[in-house]
């Protein structure tokens, strides 16, 4: 397959190519060429000569979601800006109404948000085993990190289960061995945060990834929804350092009106970071989102270990926050990729939203792209993000404001247009049929 379009960004740091083709064999990357007078397409968008001609538009690699809650997007417009706690003390007392059809409904219109928004990639947050049926059924390629809580309470024996009704419908089947043997479903474990997740959980994570990570090395290989990946909120907000070292704060008191903080609690004490790097949770396979108050010396050591950060500039808005990672972590060399969080905490789940509000923050316009696309392919472990021979045909096809200067920069102009998402060489989404079809109306409670 060959598609022309009048210009083609490679990768976040590559020249603009104009008139240009890109060539794709078996839903990889083949290579890119020069447009030649005479060959496929006439000026008009079709298919000519073995060329389907894109017309006027900027092809780039797709957007990778580092951080995202499609179970939640049922709970759109549902809850309060408000401190963190009181967001979740709400959240509590709605997450028992939303029946499974409504929030099985949610994770289908949450998709074809993220597809509209340029997502070719995402990691998702599974605490209620609803969405991965529907990622696997989706055209994204997805990480898949399942979430898990004791709540600090050493008699809870399984804090990871959500996924079990899952792998009991799947398991063995053509559906996920396809998916998994083609890398577009991968899958992780994700200890919820701090005030959730004694430190016995991200152990018990860190040495599950290990032992696949091990098992992937040896002739045996990893079998089909094993966990390859580490993922938690991190340091949202600061609170959560008086909760881990002293066992005090607003966290304290939400589990104790949530009825889930134990008998006898102990905090674990000392440094968050320093705890989750004693017990091997920190490395490249991990993924930790927001970040907000992170300090220099705990960001240059995650910068050691190859973890990436997911910052989100949506939810960072939702809740008035001030305080973030970017400057620190860009001098650094961490590893910083965007997410949108979810529909409960934020407007939308555009992920070109998510980098024009990045580049806001004072991240230059390349840079900003880097983080919503190379960046966050590799935090997922995905061979997107760029176009070059033999990573993942995962594209998309953007109509930008015409002017001079570098077309990076019109496209983050909020009339720049996303009109077509293509992953491993699949036609994932259009602007045509997308907006005529829009979301599917939520199911009537009986």
């Known amino acids: 397959m060959r598609f022309r379009a009048k210009a083609i960004l490679p990768a976040w740091d590559a020249e603009v190519l104009s008139d240009a083709i890109l060539r794709v064999e078996g839903g990889l990357v083949a290579g890119i060429d020069r447009h030649r007078a005479g060959e496929g397409g006439g000026g008009d968008p079709g298919a000519r000569d073995g060329v389907e001609d894109l017309g006027d538009v900027l092809m780039l690699p797709g957007f990778a979601n580092a951080h995202a809650h499609l179970e939640l997007t049922a709970f759109a417009g549902r809850l309060p800006r408000a401190p963190l706690w ?22 289908r219109r949450g998709i074809h948000l993220l597809l509209e928004g340029g997502c070719t990639a995402v990691a998702d947050v599974c605490s209620l085993g609803i969405a991965p049926e529907h990622l696997l059924r989706s055209p994204l390629r997805a990480l898949v990190l399942e979430e898990g809580r004791d709540f600090h309470d050493p008699a809870m024996a399984r804090p990871f289960h959500a996924l079990e009704g899952f792998f009991a419908r799947f398991e063995g089947g053509a559906e996920l061995s396809e998916a998994w043997s083609s890398g577009r479903l991968r899958f992780g474990f994700c200890p919820h945060a701090p005030y959730t997740a004694s430190l016995r ?5 860190a040495a599950a990834a290990r032992l696949m990570e091990e098992l992937g090395a040896s002739d045996g290989g990893v079998p089909a929804g094993a966990p390859e990946a ?16 002293h066992g005090t704060g607003p966290f304290r008191d939400l589990l104790a009106q949530t009825g889930r903080l134990p008998k006898g609690f102990r905090p674990p004490g000392g440094s968050i970071v320093e705890s989750l790097d004693k017990v091997g949770f920190l490395g490249r396979s991990t993924l930790l989102a927001h970040g907000n108050h992170l300090t220099p ?27 973030d990672p970017i400057t620190e972590s860009r001098a650094a060399g961490l590893a910083f990729c965007l997410g949108t969080d979810s529909l409960a905490s934020n407007d939308g789940l555009s992920m070109l939203a998510e980098i024009r509000r990045l580049s806001a923050r004072g991240v230059p316009a390349r840079e900003a792209l880097r983080a919503g696309t190379e960046a966050g392919a590799r935090a997922l472990g995905f061979g997107s993000g760029r176009l070059e021979p033999g990573a993942n045909a995962d ?8 002017g001079p200067g570098d077309p990076v920069s019109r496209l983050l102009d909020p009339d720049a247009r996303i009109v077509r998402v293509e992953i491993a060489g699949r036609t994932a989404w259009t602007a045509e049929a997308g907006e005529a079809a829009g979301p599917e109306a939520p199911p009537k409670r009986p």
């Open 395 to 402: 594209w998309i096809a953007v109509e930008i404001p015409p």
């Open 201 to 205: 959980v991200y152990e018990a994570a």
């Open 230 to 245: 580490l993922a938690t909120h991190l340091l949202e907000t600061r609170e959560e350092r008086d909760f881990w070292a």
């Open 86 to 107: 009181d967001w979740i003390a709400a959240f509590v007392g709605l997450a028992r109404e939303p029946q499974d059809g409504e929030i099985a409904h949610g994770v």
């Open 297 to 323: 010396d705990e960001i240059a050591l995650l910068a050691r270990r190859g973890a990436a950060v997911a910052f989100c500039p949506g939810t960072h808005a939702f809740f008035g926050r001030t305080e």
